[in-house]
Every structure is written in C-alpha cells, then in structure tokens.
C-alpha cells in the first residue's frame, strides 16, 4: 500500500511539473520573425524604419487611384491604409498597429520578408543578381518587393486565389531580348506582367487600381492582350480599352 500510494505520488508530482515548465515556456517566448520584428505599438505620429517597414507591407491598401507613400511617416494616409488591412484580415479597424496587425503580418511574410505567395525568384527570371537594368541591383530588388506586398493584397481582395506573374525585373540584355520597350518600367524592377488563370486579365487590371499601381495596361492596349502590365510610374497612366479602363 505503501509503495503504490508513493508511486502515484511520484507521477502526479511529474504531470504538475510537467505542466508547469510548459505554462511557464509558453508565457515566457516573445515572437521574433525572421524577416522583421516590431517593438512598439505604432499609430498616427509615430515615425521611423519601423513605420517605414510598416507602409511597404501596406502599399496594397491605399484605396482607389492612390499610392502609399513609404517615408517613415505615420500619418492619415498610413493610417487609412492600416484600416482597410485591418477590416480586409478580420482585425479591429482602429488604425492602430499593435500585436494583432503585427502577428498577421507575421504569418503573411516568409523569412526575406517577400509576401507567403510571392518570391524574388517568382519576380525575376532574368538574372540572380537584379544588376544590369535602370537601376541599381539593391533598389531594383526593393522595387519588387514593394511590388509583391501590393499583390499580395490584391490577390487576397481577389479571393486568395493565385496570380501568375510573367514577367518581373529585367536586365537591359533581357529587355532587349523579349523587344520590350527602350524605357520599360521592367528595368527599374517595379513592374509585373500578370497572365490569366483563376482571374481574367481583365478582372486583374480593374482589381489593380485598387492597390497603388500607377500604370496599369492591359486588353485593348497595343501590344497587351495577351497580358496585364502594373507598374509604379511617376504619374498614373491606366489603359486597358477593352476592360473599360
């Protein structure tokens, strides 16, 4: 009797301490993300590289025919682009980006801080080192992420099915080779040819103009109807005749 009453004593000391180191592990793990980690809540006047990385992954919620601009500023336009992420995700649209909205970007963007169903290989099928276009080889590499976070939002307005990109980033070489224009947006590495698949590309270039693409070409433009073209030009140029654009 003795020894059974010891043995279950034994046990039920093993489950509580067991327990108890779990409860403490789990209260004690702080999230950190590979890609990028915030430390502090952010809302309008706030400012920073923290405010900054906030706006890239906003860029494709700055509402119809704007662009959100990536300065480090937190102000109305940051915050109006925070609540349509927010609504857009099921989070309470306060403006304000706390755990919530940070642990949703978390699980929305892989470890090189690209958007889960977007890659830089998905963006560039020219070269591995993004050099020999218009641009620098680390400023075209930024373009397209700023590029993949927007279609990351428009892929999910478009109920989270898949886009295919065609084109990305281009060297002046490439560019050259596929007869694109002298002066394409390719070759900055702010712009993506999109083909059709769940979508028509027509649906894409209607949806785009939601998500802070400057030009948008598409059916019934010369040299596009095979194709949606989305860029981030210094002034917006929308065509697409064929889809009423």
Same mark, same amino acid.
């Given at each position: 009797?003795?020894?059974?009453?010891?043995?279950?004593?034994?046990?039920?000391?093993?489950?509580?301490?067991? %327990?108890?180191?779990?409860?403490?592990?789990?209260?004690?793990?702080?999230?950190?993300?590979?890609?990028?980690?915030?430390?502090?809540?952010?809302?309008?006047?706030?400012?920073?590289?923290?405010?900054?990385?906030?706006?890239?992954?906003?860029?494709?919620?700055?509402?119809?025919?704007?662009?959100?601009?990536?300065?480090?500023?937190?102000?109305?336009?940051?915050?109006?682009?925070?609540?349509?992420?927010?609504?857009?995700?099921?989070?309470?649209?306060? /403006?304000?980006?706390?755990?919530?909205?940070?642990?949703?970007?978390?699980?929305?963007?892989?470890?090189?801080?690209?958007?889960?169903?977007?890659?830089?290989?998905?963006?560039?099928?020219?070269?591995?080192?993004?050099?020999?276009?218009?641009? %620098?080889?680390?400023?075209?590499?930024?373009?397209?992420?700023?590029?993949?976070?927007?279609?990351?939002?428009?892929?999910?307005?478009?109920?989270?099915?898949?886009?295919?990109?065609?084109?990305?980033?281009?060297?002046?070489?490439?560019?050259?080779?596929?007869? /694109?224009?002298?002066?394409?947006?390719?070759?900055?590495?702010?712009?993506?040819?999109?083909?059709?698949?769940?979508?028509?590309?027509?649906?894409?270039?209607?949806?785009?103009?939601?998500?802070?693409?400057?030009?948008?070409?598409?059916?019934?433009?010369?040299?596009?109807?095979?194709?949606?073209?989305?860029?981030?030009?210094?002034?917006?140029?929308?065509?697409?005749?064929?889809?009423?654009?």
């Amino acid at each position: 009797m003795y020894t059974r009453t010891v043995r279950l004593l034994l046990i039920f000391v093993m489950i509580m301490t067991g %327990g108890l180191a779990s409860t403490v592990a789990t209260a004690g793990t702080a999230h950190a993300d590979g890609c990028y980690t915030w430390s502090r809540t952010l809302s309008q006047g706030s400012s920073g590289a923290d405010v900054t990385q906030l706006q890239i992954r906003l860029g494709g919620y700055p509402g119809y025919g704007s662009v959100l601009a990536v300065d480090g500023d937190f102000g109305p336009a940051t915050e109006a682009a925070l609540k349509r992420f927010q609504s857009a995700y099921g989070l309470t649209a306060d /403006g304000v980006a706390g755990p919530n909205t940070f642990n949703k970007l978390y699980a929305l963007q892989d470890d090189d801080c690209t958007p889960i169903h977007f890659s830089y290989s998905e963006l560039n099928d020219c070269n591995s080192t993004w050099s020999g276009g218009a641009v %620098g080889a680390a400023t075209a590499k930024s373009n397209a992420l700023r590029s993949m976070w927007k279609l990351e939002a428009m892929r999910h307005a478009l109920g989270d099915q898949p886009i295919t990109v065609t084109s990305g980033f281009r060297s002046y070489a490439c560019n050259s080779a596929v007869g /694109g224009a002298s002066n394409s947006r390719h070759l900055y590495g702010d712009a993506v040819d999109l083909g059709a698949g769940p979508h028509s590309l027509c649906t894409l270039a209607k949806q785009a103009r939601n998500h802070g693409f400057r030009g948008i070409l598409g059916p019934g433009y010369p040299g596009h109807d095979d194709h949606t073209h989305l860029d981030h030009r210094a002034s917006q140029y929308w065509s697409a005749p064929t889809c009423g654009i």
